[in-house]
């Protein structure tokens, strides 16, 4: 009982040092731990960022190697087959009669070595099939690669379209205040209704939704940039760089010619179709004999007394030979294996005719809406040109009483609207660009065939 009472004594105390400490480390940890710093994140950035930590694209490279390894596996049966064994053996019973055949214990340690000679084709189409298959999961890859990088700057210039319309947003925000000010100036000298002052606060209330949505989607289109370059959620981002300020003009031919030679899914087919095509050929050498050369060479012998054999017990023993495999009924193996390869060949040819198709028609289209949008951005130019000299010519028309407030009010809304409108023509410019680039696998500049608009 004396014991718990000093213990009961001594709590505060405990307590006291507790917080203390406590304390003392709020106020000293902070100060080591070093804030990261803001990741500027542009065009490329993103790009490079989607790329490294891409899991489809890791999936695709893992995949390269399966197929590498089923390449080194098939083409195991060109090269020479070598092995070596050793056996003892203790024979622990057998008729007398077999006591020539038998002894008691033995050994028998070698090497065996085959090769084929001529297949009349199957392990060459073979490997050649699977060699084609290797090229196609590489070009498979590099069409992941394409898809990656497209939805990057999807992602990236839809928070470029998201912050430039926060701006104009609060800028239409501003301006509205502006307009509530000259308003308060025309009111001071007589001129303004009251009516007009219940309009004015109406405007400017209705400008403070429009804020905090594109405020919210702004924050929204981030977090999704955040996940396509896998930046954790507490590490702030800024946002560099803008849309494009130059255009390049393209002619559809040629833009043609660069998708089917470049385009890395048609070319993966390209591939597919001729490893059909080899292993097609594989399965009808199939039906043909095969030849190939043995030999072998052994060291054995047995002893009726010894369990360890001596060295005049043992004999050398060698073989060599060669050796013809004729197929001749197998249950309908070969030719159901046969009729497999047609149709996986069959498959590939028709896949490859419809990609061709859907792709041509995307280029088109992604040609065509290239053309619109750069020829809508000139008169977007133009709209926002003139609008914003027209809302400052209202305010001076307002400012000594020559137009309403509707009149003032209209103008602002037109002027946001037309930048509103013209950010959105980027947007889509740009990301019908990335649509060509993609299904050109970015190969149109290389070419040296494009012009400055």
Do not use: C
Not at 92 to 100: C, E, R, S
Not at 130 to 147: G, T
Not at 291 to 310: I, K, Q
């Amino acid at each position: 009982m004396i014991y718990m009472r000093g213990m009961r004594r001594k709590l505060p105390i405990v307590t006291y040092i507790i917080i203390n400490i406590i304390g003392v480390s709020n106020n000293v940890f902070p100060q080591t731990q070093q804030k990261e710093p803001v990741l500027q994140v542009s065009l490329d950035e993103t790009i490079n960022r989607a790329l490294d930590t891409s899991e489809e694209l890791k999936i695709k490279a893992q995949e390269v190697n399966r197929t590498q390894g089923v390449y080194r596996e098939v083409r195991s049966g060109m090269l020479p087959h070598i092995s070596a064994e050793t056996t003892w053996t203790n024979n622990l019973g057998y008729p007398d009669k077999a006591a020539t055949q038998y002894s008691d214990h033995e050994f028998n340690g070698g090497v065996s070595a085959s090769q084929v000679i001529w297949s009349f084709g199957k392990i060459i189409y073979a490997v050649n099939s699977a060699r084609s298959a290797v090229e196609a999961s590489v070009f498979n890859k590099e069409a992941s690669k394409q898809e990656v990088i497209y939805a990057a700057k999807l992602s990236y210039y839809s928070s470029v379209l998201a912050r430039n319309a926060l701006f104009i947003t609060e800028k239409s925000y501003a301006n509205v205040l502006e307009n509530k000010k000259l308003m308060s100036e025309r009111t001071y000298g007589g001129r303004s209704p009251k009516y007009e002052i219940i309009r004015m606060d109406a405007e400017v209330a209705s400008r403070i939704p429009t804020v905090n949505e594109a405020r919210t989607e702004f924050d929204a289109a981030m977090e999704t940039l955040r996940r396509v370059i896998d930046i954790n959620l507490d590490r702030e981002i800024e946002l560099v760089g803008d849309f494009q300020g130059k255009y390049n003009d393209y002619n559809y031919e040629t833009l043609v010619t660069a998708m089917y030679e470049y385009e890395p899914s048609l070319r993966s087919l390209d591939k597919t179709v001729e490893s059909a095509g080899e292993k097609v050929k594989s399965r009808y050498a199939s039906f043909l004999p095969t030849l190939s050369a043995f030999g072998s060479w052994s060291y054995r012998g047995g002893s009726n007394e010894h369990a360890f054999l001596n060295n005049d017990e043992l004999d050398n023993y060698s073989v060599a030979g060669l050796k013809a495999s004729i197929p001749l009924w197998e249950g309908g193996e070969k030719e159901a294996q046969l009729s497999q390869s047609k149709a996986d060949k069959e498959i590939a040819v028709l896949k490859k005719k419809q990609l061709e198709r859907n792709l041509l028609l995307e280029l088109k289209k992604a040609f065509l809406e290239y053309d619109q949008y750069k020829e809508n951005l000139k008169a977007n130019i133009d709209a926002v040109n003139l609008a914003e000299e027209s809302f400052k010519q209202m305010q001076e028309m307002f400012a000594s009483g020559q137009v309403t407030l509707t009149d003032l009010n209209d103008a602002e809304l037109l002027l946001t609207n037309q930048r509103l409108n013209k950010e959105m023509t980027l947007f889509s410019i740009n990301i019908t660009l990335a649509r060509i680039e993609k299904l050109i696998a970015g190969q149109y500049d290389e070419k040296n065939i494009n012009k400055e608009s």
